[in-house]
């Protein structure tokens, strides 16, 4: 028979390391409050930034309607009317003779969930796209129009 192995046997031979020792419950509380700390001074930096997204986006999309727009005054004759307002640009509108759209994809939605704000032109003025911003209340302080 064979002789039994020794205890150690898993340990590498010459090897000094001491057991696993686990963390105490100080040191657990320790990391813990510094990670809280890291995370306070950290995520309300991400939260400006999804701001500044939402706004950027929106500006983005303002502009794409725009252009959307100026394509269906050049093939139209004129830019839509208040009653049309931006649906004419995905929906030709009975009316319209030379309509080659569809100009916008889907119904244009700002990144918080509202839709866009179609002023039609008027006189010399051509029409202007808004986003009522976040409250969805148009003339507020944070309505987004391009620059």
């Known amino acids: ?6 205890l150690d046997y898993a340990r590498p031979r010459g090897s000094s390391k001491a057991p696993l020792s686990f963390p105490t419950f100080l040191e657990v509380i320790v990391v813990l409050v510094l990670v809280m700390v890291a995370l306070a001074v950290v995520v309300p930096k991400f939260g400006s930034d999804r701001k500044a997204a939402r706004q950027a986006a ?3 999309d303002i502009s794409a309607c725009n252009i959307a727009l100026e394509d269906f ?3 139209v004759g004129t830019y839509p009317t208040a009653a049309e307002g931006l649906g004419a640009l995905y929906d030709p509108p009975p009316s319209a003779t030379g309509w080659n759209g569809p100009y916008l994809r889907k119904p244009a939605i700002d990144p918080w969930g509202h839709p866009y704000v179609f002023l039609p032109a008027t006189g010399s003025t051509p029409p202007r796209v808004i986003s009522p911003g976040p409250d969805g209340a148009q003339g507020t302080a944070d309505d987004v129009a391009p620059k």
Request: hydrophobic content about 35%; glycine content about 0%.
């Open 1 to 6: 028979m064979s002789e039994p192995l020794p």
């Open 58 to 60: 929106a500006r983005a």
């Open 73 to 75: 005054r050049r093939d």
